[in-house]
């Protein structure tokens, strides 16, 4: 199969590639048509890299975010800003440019030229631990949402995806978002205060068996963390025949990655508006009355983008392809990394008219071997064309997780993938 956008523009090259990595690429179109690109750097020699950092884990890991910018259509780009928080995303509302991420409180600048300069950084919470991605951005009725983890149950060991709270942000457009009280923020509860792994049999969920507080080691270097979820989607359903449809528009539902050990499952919750305002969770449920933690969604075991567009009617989902998560360990490639679920390699897309059932449009890029990672993509539509950034390796790179490359993509006349 010929990939949809193998052919790319580097945005950023890493000078230091194995000591210094490319994460969380977010991308936005501004009313000038400008294209925005967000990345983080991370790695030990970012302490060596000038510019403001964040840090993290007691102030033994640092990361860099960054601001690149595009006016030739994503053919060429340059550096504009560096800001010190990570997992950010940018945003257009109310004619402004925002950035939104965390270094421990979440964090926003704001720029009032497309980019060209940007205010300093502010923080939107006190005191707090948050996690998330470069995830969508929902608009409606005058208002904007948006959704991270709260770090939640800080005493498991190891990759905590267990202890996260997905909890939804909500302000008024037209407001000033770098103000803290313009901001609302969803009730949730922790992964690991729903379900436990003891709860669930007949699905294969978790894929491996873990301790409740801390990682199994299943092999040199394969760990498999307590099963969880993490960087929330936020989806609203249009159609009135949908299930899952509110007729009185107060209902937002969050796709969110698994963390199973397994493949093609994401999580669901939904987050209801209240008439006092406030912003509750729940799950939902199935006509059975059973209720809907998992749902299938292809690469929903890595972070995936969803993306609704008015034109088609459809969701567009970008995600990781699986191709051998059924490898024994004993036989996995050196190259894949951590577990078998973990192909980074190949970013796919499929459109839905419900979320749940997925019809694949194709493979968006492919690197050639598990190294040449084509991951953590966002997404943005300009006119008949969607905009891809991800995480990029190529033979400099140290491996599929800790990638040197941030890339960029066009998928071209996409809504004629529609069949």
Not at 21 to 30: H, L, N, Q
Not at 51 to 58: E, I, L, T, V
Not at 221 to 245: K, Q, S, T, Y
């Amino acid at each position: 199969m010929r990939a949809l956008a193998d052919d790319f523009e580097i945005v950023y090259r890493s000078e230091r590639p194995q000591d210094v990595y490319c994460y969380t690429p977010g991308i936005a179109v501004t009313v000038g048509r400008r294209v925005i690109a967000t990345f983080d750097l991370g790695g030990d020699g970012i302490r060596e890299l000038l510019g403001p950092k964040g840090s993290r884990d007691r102030g033994t890991r640092f990361g860099m975010g960054m601001v690149h910018v595009s006016d030739d259509r994503g053919r060429s780009w340059a550096e504009r800003c560096r800001f010190p928080f990570w997992h950010a995303r940018p945003f257009v509302a109310g004619g402004r440019l925002y950035i939104l991420g965390h270094a421990g409180d979440v964090m926003i600048i704001a720029s009032d030229d497309e980019g060209e300069t940007w205010s300093a950084p502010v923080a939107l919470t006190s005191n707090m631990k948050w996690h998330g991605s470069s995830c969508n951005v929902h608009y409606t009725n005058g208002y904007l949402y948006l959704a991270l983890d709260e770090r939640r149950d800080l005493a498991i060991e190891g990759w905590n995806t267990a202890g996260l709270a997905p909890r939804v942000f909500r302000a008024r457009i037209d407001h000033d978002l770098l103000d803290p009280m313009s901001w609302t923020i969803s009730e949730s509860l922790a992964f690991n205060e729903i379900v436990s792994s003891s709860d669930i049999d007949l699905f294969g969920i978790p894929f491996y068996s873990t301790p409740a507080r801390g990682p199994a080691q299943l092999g040199a270097g394969r760990l498999c963390a307590p099963m969880g979820w993490l960087e929330p989607n936020i989806v609203r359903f249009h159609d009135p025949a949908h299930l899952w449809h509110d007729p009185a528009g107060r209902t937002l539902h969050l796709f969110l990655r698994t963390n199973t050990g397994g493949t093609g499952y994401a999580a669901v919750a939904k987050v209801i508006e209240q008439a006092d305002g406030r912003l509750t969770t729940a799950l939902e449920t199935m006509p059975s009355g059973k209720r809907a933690l998992f749902v299938p969604l292809p690469g929903g075991h890595l972070k995936f983008f969803l993306l609704y567009d008015d034109k088609t009617r459809l969701y567009w989902l970008l995600s990781s392809q699986a191709t051998d998560s059924m490898v024994r360990l004993t036989h996995m490639s050196e190259a894949r990394y951590n577990l078998p679920n973990n192909e980074r390699h190949r970013l796919q897309l499929h459109f839905s008219r419900n979320c749940l059932d997925w019809c694949f449009a194709g493979l968006v890029a492919a690197g050639q071997i598990e190294r040449h990672a084509r991951n953590y993509a966002s997404m943005a539509v300009d006119g008949n064309d969607l905009l891809v950034v991800c995480r990029s390796g190529d033979d400099e790179g140290r491996d599929p997780q800790y990638t040197n490359l941030i890339t960029f993509h066009r998928v071209k006349e996409f809504r004629n993938l529609v069949y």
